[in-house]
T-cell receptor, first 115, second 107 residues
Framework: NAGVTQTPKFQVLKTGQSMTLQCAQD?????MYWYRQDPGMGLRLIYY???????DKGEVPNGYNVSRLNKREFSLRLESAAPSQTSVYFC??????????????FGSGTQLSVL | RKEVEQDPGPFNVPEGATVAFNCTYS??????FFWYRQDCRKEPKLLMS???SGNEDGRFTAQLNRASQYISLLIRDSKLSDSATYLC????????FGAGTILRVKS
């Protein structure tokens, strides 16, 4: 099982450029997420999708758009990159476990630098 | 104030030591709690869920104190391979991650 596959692993952009981060999961999960991780800030939720065809804003959605293309794929787009978007981005999907638990499976991350 | 707060560390301990991390959460409506482990430059992975009665998984013990709104993780007989960042997570209507506590186990 590949789990959660995220591309690219590294990207350098100039201010104002656009790009799309791709994410796909093969575990048949309904819920998918995009997080960013910055030093001292922890993981912050950008957008999430509870099921195919639905997306919702998280804690830090400004400057991003998402698309839940189908159950497997959830992409994150930066329309006009800014230096403040320099970060490590993680895609995740989740499954509900016993006793009300929830387990997130993360992709390997994208290190994005905006100059 | 952050919704989930952790001591960033680092905690530097010798092999075989017992080490404990605490984490506080501010949202009293939080219902589920977890510890994730993150190795350097890698993705986080679920270490264990935290149940109201406390739970143990091998050398790891997690406790929840709802009255004081904190979660703890105890690691006994530390191994070099335990060196990582430990993320505390609370779920109310959404998952909220702490910034993590760095553990370094030295020989």
């Amino acid at each position: 099982n590949a789990g959660v596959t995220q591309t690219p692993k590294f990207q350098v952009l100039k201010t104002g450029q656009s790009m799309t981060l791709q994410c796909a999961q093969d575990m048949n999960h309904n819920s998918m997420y995009w997080y960013r991780q910055d030093p001292g800030m922890g993981l912050r939720l950008i957008y999430y999708s509870a099921s195919e065809g639905t997306t919702d804003k998280g804690e830090v959605p400004n400057g991003y758009n998402v698309s839940r293309l189908n159950k497997r794929e959830f992409s994150l787009r930066l329309e006009s990159a800014a230096p403040s978007q320099t970060s490590v981005y993680f895609c995740a999907s989740s499954e509900v476990t016993g006793q009300g638990g929830e387990k997130l499976f993360f992709g390997s991350g994208t290190q994005l630098s905006v100059l | 104030r952050k919704e989930v707060e952790q001591d960033p560390g680092p905690f530097n301990v010798p092999e075989g030591a017992t080490v404990a991390f605490n984490c506080t959460y501010s949202n009293s409506a939080s219902q589920s709690f977890f510890w994730y482990r993150q190795d350097c430059r890698k993705e986080p992975k679920l270490l264990m869920s935290v149940y109201s009665s406390g739970n143990e998984d091998g050398r790891f013990t997690a406790q929840l104190n709802r009255a004081s709104q904190y979660i703890s993780l105890l690691i006994r007989d530390s191994k070099l391979s335990d060196s990582a960042t430990y993320l505390c997570v609370a779920r109310g209507n959404k998952l909220v991650f702490g910034a993590g506590t760095i553990l370094r186990v030295k020989s």
